[in-house]
């Protein structure tokens, strides 16, 4: 089996701008390379060659620098941005690439920096035996999320965060495993490939199977940056 894996690369970057004014920002380079290269290269480390790559804002760039091939990788893409006029948000532009996605897929964010994060087949082979719906990667807070997005049980279920300091609580690192029937009814009723070009938020989806026992996780502990600022983006260029 084929496991694809999707890029998400289709946002404004408001918080980046004047950086992402005239650059998207998963293209903004982080030691020396864009920061989308980053997970690509780790999914291509790991046998995973195979992504849909979602675009937007400024996304003929993206197409104009990778085209269909970067290095073992083949590149298809998804472009929200011409077919909409702009980005359907986290779950709507899974939806949209649904078809070219399969059954089992991973995702990450191509502005989130993770440069120890191993994307393994035997992850996957964990995932696809649990029969769960999405499986997330965890993070420790940082401190401009101090509040975490959600628990992780000892049982391995991921559940969310209830009342500020009740349980102890982590960030959401955007990278996961997902089944498609994840993005399907009766809590999602986005027909696959999204063809009204419907704007739809990943969490609900995820709160909702979590309350179903759906969503397992785990901890990473490697270097993680959300890079969401200019600030950020220098510090990790500076390290």
Known sequence: ?????MILAAGRGERMRPLTDACPK???EVRGKPLMQWPMDALAAGGFTDLVVNTA?????IGAHYGERHGASTIRYSEEGR????ALETAGGIVRALPMLGDLFWVAAGDVFAP??????EAVERFAASGRLAHLWLVPNPDHNPRGDFVLGADGLVADRG?????QTFTFSTIGLYRAALFAPPDCDIPPGNPAGL???LAPLLRAAMKKAQVSGELYLGPWTDV???ERLAALNRA
Do not use: C, N, S
């Not at 089996?1 to 894996?5: L, V, W």
């Not at 804002?57 to 760039?61: A, D, I």
């Open 228 to 230: 969401g600022t200019p």
């Open 163 to 167: 009342e500020p300091g009740t349980v």
């Open 116 to 121: 120890g994060f191993a994307f393994t087949a």
């Open 1 to 5: 089996m084929t496991i694809r894996a």
């Open 199 to 201: 704007k739809a938020a």
């Open 83 to 86: 077919d909409f006029g702009g």
């Open 57 to 61: 804002w400024l996304g003929e760039q």
């Open 26 to 28: 998963p293209l903004l």
